[in-house]
């Protein structure tokens, strides 16, 4: 019996910023943010969080992997919009942003 690993294995890119412990409080607090993470909607994107090298994220995952920097750019002011509606009065510039892959196998 043989298995074809790489049918198994999908590499994804992250794009997001890293989730400091006044993002995660401001977060709990926020009804909108509990709100946006119980009722989907299609024509909005939701935020993920995904933890990496021992630290949480919040952001997008890219699921192709011809992303130009400009569209990872877009993503960014996407992810500042969203954290600014969810966290109001949160300085922006505090913001530490990462892409990174994440390697999953099913």
Same mark, same amino acid.
């Given at each position: 019996?043989?298995?074809? =690993?790489?049918? $198994?294995?999908?590499? $994804?890119?992250?794009? #997001? @910023?890293?989730? !400091?412990?006044? =993002?995660?409080?401001? *977060?709990?607090? !926020?009804?909108?943010?509990?709100?946006?993470?119980?009722?989907?909607?299609? !024509? @909005?994107?939701?935020?993920?969080?995904?933890?990496?090298? #021992?630290?949480?994220? *919040?952001?997008?995952? =890219?699921?192709?992997? #011809?992303?130009?920097?400009?569209? =990872?750019?877009?993503?960014?002011?996407?992810?500042?919009?969203?954290?600014?509606?969810? @966290?109001?009065?949160?300085?922006?510039?505090?913001?530490?942003? &990462?892409?990174?892959?994440?390697? &999953?196998?099913?």
């Amino acid at each position: 019996m043989t298995i074809d =690993i790489q049918d $198994r294995i999908t590499v $994804r890119m992250f794009v #997001g @910023c890293l989730v !400091s412990s006044d =993002i995660k409080h401001q *977060l709990s607090q !926020s009804l909108s943010w509990k709100e946006s993470q119980i009722v989907s909607s299609k !024509s @909005c994107r939701k935020l993920e969080e995904t933890h990496y090298q #021992g630290k949480y994220f *919040l952001g997008y995952f =890219i699921d192709d992997s #011809g992303s130009t920097l400009s569209e =990872i750019e877009e993503l960014k002011k996407e992810i500042e919009a969203k954290i600014t509606k969810f @966290c109001e009065g949160y300085t922006l510039n505090k913001l530490k942003f &990462f892409v990174f892959p994440q390697v &999953f196998v099913s």
